[in-house]
């Protein structure tokens, strides 16, 4: 069965404190990892698509990387406002973009 | 607002009750999928439209669910008989087909807000 984990569940940072969080995917073939952010209440917002093992993709403070059996999302020098959930997600085995498997997500906390 | 639009937000009801949510995808938007979500979890999905052909349910949409979109615009999730273990968000989402690969796209989904459901 096709899995997503993601690690740690929870993570607290001071503001500054880079850090990185972990997904970790048994999908063969993968054809696309996303990373979304959640705040709470809401419905997740997209954050990256990475298609193949190697890429990067960067937005402010974070930077989302792939290997062959994980991806990492890291956040340098976060500030309170990157406070959220941060959900990571595939196409189950030979799927289009129609229907994603998520992990559990990382909830993530920046104190000033 | 030009987003994905879910209603009603909040809904509380008694179990054995019936309850019907609606979504409004962006406009352009052929495609349309329902998520839901319990405390603690990510999205599962539920299913999904392409215009307003149903193409796809998850084994988690039992009998008592039920989901439209009869002229490939907004669609609603029926839930008949609710049980306490249908409390969740119900979230939907929608993308444009084709869209899927850079340079075109990056295979975003838009979600709406969510609806929660508390079954008593």
């Known amino acids: 069965e096709d899995q997503v984990t993601q690690s740690p569940e929870a993570l607290r940072l001071q503001e500054g404190e880079s850090s990185s969080l972990n997904c970790s995917y048994t999908?063969?073939?993968?054809?696309?990892l996303f990373w979304y952010r959640q705040d709470p209440g809401k419905g997740p917002e997209f954050l990256f698509t990475l298609y193949s093992a190697g890429e990067e993709k960067e937005k402010e403070r974070l930077k989302a990387t792939l290997t062959k059996k994980e991806s990492f999302l890291h956040i340098t020098a976060p500030k309170p406002e990157d406070s959220a959930t941060y959900l990571c997600?595939?196409?189950?085995?030979?799927?289009?973009?129609?229907?994603?498997?998520f992990g559990t997500g990382t909830r993530l906390l920046v104190s000033p | 607002d030009t987003g994905v639009s879910q209603n009603p937000r909040h809904k509380i009801t008694k179990r054995g009750q019936n309850v019907t949510f609606r979504c409004d995808p962006i406009?352009?938007?052929?495609?349309l999928y329902w998520y839901r979500q319990t405390l603690g979890q990510g999205p599962e999905f539920l299913t999904y439209?392409?215009?307003?052909?149903?193409?796809?349910k998850s084994r988690l949409l039992s009998d008592r669910f039920s989901a439209e979109r009869p002229k490939g615009s907004f669609s609603t999730l029926e839930i008949q008989r609710t049980e306490q273990g249908d409390s969740a968000m119900y979230l939907c989402a929608s993308s444009l087909s084709g869209l899927d690969r850079f340079p075109l796209g990056n295979g975003e989904l838009f979600f709406g807000e969510g609806s929660r459901l508390t079954v008593l």
């Open positions: 997600a595939v196409p189950p085995q030979g799927t289009g973009f129609q229907k994603l498997v």
């Open positions: 406009s352009e938007h052929n495609r």
């Open positions: 999908v063969s073939g993968l054809r696309g």
């Open positions: 439209f392409q215009n307003e052909a149903q193409l796809e």
